[in-house]
């Protein structure tokens, strides 16, 4: 094989993959008023602009709550799931299986229409608890996959020994299990948290009045307004994506775990 | 092994009992919906739905974009496989961050930026223009190129892990062994490496096609009301129209569609392996 081969080949897919991802940083440095590349002039005029937008603020925060929050909830419900799916002989625990992690091949569009359509409006149900289990519902097969991994490359007899030492189930559980597979649900964490806070589909019929998640509002924004604003916005949130995937990384070794 | 029943059924109870009532009853329910009639259970909802022509359009351009994605990503995922696979670790390691680092970003951010590079004043007419090639912009967005485009952007990622984490368990001397006996290139990708690298090529196949047909934002932003795929098809029938039942359909056939892509391309992969 020649020896441009690879440079080659791997330049041009990360000008392809990468790519944007610089022009828009640059996009969003614009003092012009209109969306361009290469930008005119450069400011920080439309990186202020984000922080001042009252929709952006509020639904900054909708979607942090629901990317905490939610997950926090799916690690609630999908740690414990984990646990019986790997250390006991669980009846129907295929089904089960299943059903849990079949949120990940549904289509979130689908979800979010089925929960407005058959929670939300005939019971009157809010739209932001909807939200919370609509995410929920999306983060927890990741929680009970993350976590089952790390149940999985830890030998089972360890607890048993600790019961037969004198501990309580619960007792080994919190003292002997929960240490050793810390990493496992730190990485389930910030899986769910970025899968929830980057979520479309599932949000998508899910908005009402002041209640939108942050995609959601960049998406409307988009469609009445060509300035640069959504270009700086998208930008902070890759630099946060990337700020929390670098941390995680550096004290994890997150990608053993995904 | 623990053998105590109640205490595993209390165990994975909330979880089964949340994703039941949460996802999988409203679902189901939406789902029904589709085949209820005046009278009965009936699939003349199925075929209304298949009888209007740009049901049928948007339905086969689905269909054909989410293969021609697949297609090319697997194409580009061979030879930047390749590429990574034959770096020294460090190298590689790096290689793969830069590769995966896309997923963890917004798909929003991600899809806007074509805007700039492809929009009337973006960088692609501004070099057409200024070449000569062209007297005035050309219309990229809105348009079947600009939403391939993306979807490939989008998706690529999942093609090549996959590839490099096959690769990388191919013995390491069936290529060599391959050449020394006289094989061409073509014959050692054909007959060596793409049989030993099924698996992979499956899983990222499987990823990025129902990736791409399930894709919202991507036709959204990129497509507009004039590119409509299943997804964006399914939202505009509710808001525009407050039509449920195509909707119930729309959603049946996005389902069955991603089950079957998984099993036909399992079903491929290990009628291959029989061999």
Same mark, same amino acid.
């Given at each position: 094989m020649s020896r441009l081969y690879t440079p080659t080949i791997l330049g041009l897919v990360l000008l392809f993959l990468i790519g944007p991802f610089v022009i828009i940083i640059a996009a969003s440095l614009s003092a012009g008023e209109t969306l361009a590349f290469p930008p005119d002039g450069l400011s920080l005029r439309w990186v202020i602009k984000v922080f001042e937008v009252e929709s952006f603020r509020t639904s900054f925060g909708i979607s942090m709550f629901l990317a905490i929050g939610g997950t926090l909830a799916a690690l609630v419900l999908g740690i414990p799931a984990a646990y019986a799916l790997a250390r006991y002989k669980v009846p129907f625990g295929e089904t089960?299986?299943? !059903?849990?992690?079949?949120?990940?091949?549904?289509? /979130?569009?689908? !979800? #979010?229409?089925?929960?407005?359509? &058959?929670?939300?409006?005939?019971?009157?149900?809010?739209?932001?608890? +909807?939200?919370? $289990?609509?995410?929920?519902?999306?983060? $927890?097969?990741?929680?009970?996959? !993350?976590?089952?991994?790390?149940?999985?490359?830890?030998?089972?007899?360890?607890?048993?020994?600790?019961? $037969?030492?004198?501990?309580?189930?619960? #007792?080994?559980?919190?003292?002997?299990?929960?240490?050793?597979?810390?990493?496992?649900?730190? +990485?389930?964490?910030?899986? #769910?948290?970025?899968?929830?806070?980057?979520? !479309?589909?599932?949000? $998508?019929?899910?908005? #009402?009045? /002041?209640?939108?998640?942050?995609?959601?509002?960049?998406?409307? &924004?988009?469609?009445?307004? &060509?300035?640069?604003?959504?270009?700086?916005?998208?930008?902070?949130?890759?630099?946060?994506?990337? /700020?929390?995937?670098?941390? +995680?990384?550096?004290?994890?070794?997150?990608?053993? &775990?995904? | 092994? =623990?053998?105590?029943?109640?205490?595993?059924?209390?165990?994975?109870?909330?979880?089964?009992? =949340?994703?039941?009532?949460?996802?999988?009853?409203?679902?189901?329910?939406?789902?029904?919906?589709?085949?209820?009639? %005046?009278?009965?259970?009936?699939?003349?909802?199925?075929?209304?739905?298949?009888?209007?022509?740009?049901?049928?359009?948007?339905?086969?351009?689905?269909?054909?974009? @989410? @293969?021609?994605?697949? %297609?090319v990503a697997a194409v580009i995922g061979y030879a930047a496989a390749f590429a990574i696979v034959n770096l020294p670790p460090k190298g590689k390691g790096r290689m793969i961050g830069l590769v995966v680092l896309p997923l963890m970003i917004s798909p929003v951010a991600r899809t806007y930026a074509w805007i700039v590079i492809l929009g009337r004043t973006g960088i692609v007419n501004q070099a057409l223009t200024s070449i000569g090639l062209s007297d005035e912009p050309i219309r990229f967005l809105f348009t079947e190129t600009a939403v391939f485009i993306g979807l490939l952007q989008l998706f690529l990622p999942l093609m090549i892990i996959s590839l490099?984490?096959?690769?990388?368990?191919?013995?390491?001397? %069936?290529?060599?062994? @391959?050449?020394?006996?006289?094989?061409?290139?073509?014959?050692?990708?054909?007959?060596?490496?793409?049989?030993?690298?099924?698996?992979g090529l499956v899983i990222g196949g499987t990823l990025v096609f129902t990736g791409s047909m399930t894709a919202y934002i991507t036709p959204a932003i990129l497509g507009g009301s004039k590119v409509l795929m299943l997804e964006t098809l399914l939202y505009q029938r509710v808001t525009v129209a407050n039509d449920f039942v195509a909707a119930s359909v729309i959603a049946l056939i996005l389902i069955v569609m991603a089950f079957a892509a998984n099993l036909l391309l399992k079903r491929l992969a290990t009628a291959r392996n029989k061999r």
């Open positions: 089960i299986r299943t !059903v849990v992690s079949a949120p990940i091949i549904v289509p /979130g569009i689908i !979800v #979010g229409l089925a929960l407005l359509r &058959y929670l939300v409006v005939p019971f009157q149900f809010g739209i932001l608890p +909807a939200l919370f $289990l609509a995410h929920t519902a999306l983060i $927890l097969p990741y929680a009970v996959r !993350v976590v089952s991994a790390s149940l999985n490359n830890l030998r089972g007899d360890i607890e048993e020994a600790a019961v $037969l030492l004198g501990s309580s189930r619960t #007792g080994a559980f919190f003292r002997v299990v929960m240490p050793n597979i810390r990493g496992g649900i730190l +990485a389930a964490f910030i899986l #769910g948290f970025v899968t929830s806070f980057n979520q !479309v589909p599932v949000s $998508l019929f899910l908005s #009402g009045p /002041g209640v939108r998640t942050l995609p959601i509002d960049m998406l409307a &924004y988009m469609e009445i307004t &060509y300035d640069p604003s959504v270009a700086a916005l998208s930008a902070l949130l890759a630099f946060m994506s990337l /700020g929390i995937v670098f941390l +995680a990384e550096r004290f994890l070794g997150f990608s053993r &775990y995904v | 092994m =623990f053998q105590n029943r109640a205490e595993a059924f209390a165990l994975v109870l909330p979880a089964a009992v =949340f994703a039941g009532v949460t996802f999988l009853v409203p679902v189901v329910v939406l789902l029904s919906e589709g085949f209820r009639g %005046a009278d009965g259970w009936t699939i003349q909802a199925y075929i209304d739905f298949f009888s209007h022509p740009l049901n049928r359009t948007v339905f086969v351009r689905t269909l054909k974009l @989410a @293969a021609m994605v697949t %297609a490099v984490s096959a690769l990388e368990n191919m013995p390491r001397d %069936a290529v060599p062994a @391959a050449r020394v006996l006289g094989a061409n290139w073509f014959q050692v990708f054909w007959k060596v490496i793409l049989p030993l690298t099924r698996e």
